[in-house]
């Protein structure tokens, strides 16, 4: 049997938090991300323009593992000075930041910050030749 037509590609991540309003805000107010759809209290659909972020509140009884299978969520910048203007930005918001920004070998160049949550979030620029 042959595999069905490749995919239109990632452009969804759905996240159980347990400060909802709090990473309603970080994604909203500092990244800049827009709502795009709010169905209700619990949950919180956010756009840049061609991607999905949904917020879910965790119920009162949750509990998050020990360690989990999400290892950090991306978000691609423009620029490489962009890295810096951000990490600056986040640092003047005291948004824990979990590794400084860093020249990678293949010319990309990120750093690593946390939502309210704890999710691990990556700033990086992807210089054009390495979009994918």
Avoid at 72 to 78: K, N, S
Wanted: charged share 20%; hydrophobic share 35%; glycine share 6%.
């Amino acid at each position: 049997m042959a595999p069905p037509s490749p995919t239109a590609g990632l452009h969804h991540v759905a996240l159980f938090v347990q400060k909802f309003d709090e990473c309603a805000n970080f994604y909203t107010q500092l990244l800049g991300m827009q709502i795009d759809w709010r169905p209700d209290g619990d949950n919180l659909y956010l756009t840049s323009g061609s991607d999905n972020l949904a917020l879910h509140r965790a119920p009162s009884d949750f509990k998050p593992l020990k360690h989990q299978r999400l290892d950090h969520i991306g978000f691609f910048l423009t620029n490489k000075e962009d890295v810096e203007e951000w990490y600056q930005f986040l640092v003047n918001y005291q948004v824990p930041i979990l590794r400084p920004p860093k020249d990678h070998r293949d010319g990309t160049c990120s750093f690593y910050c946390a939502d309210p949550d704890g999710n691990v979030i990556q700033m990086i620029y992807y210089p054009q030749s390495k979009k994918f």
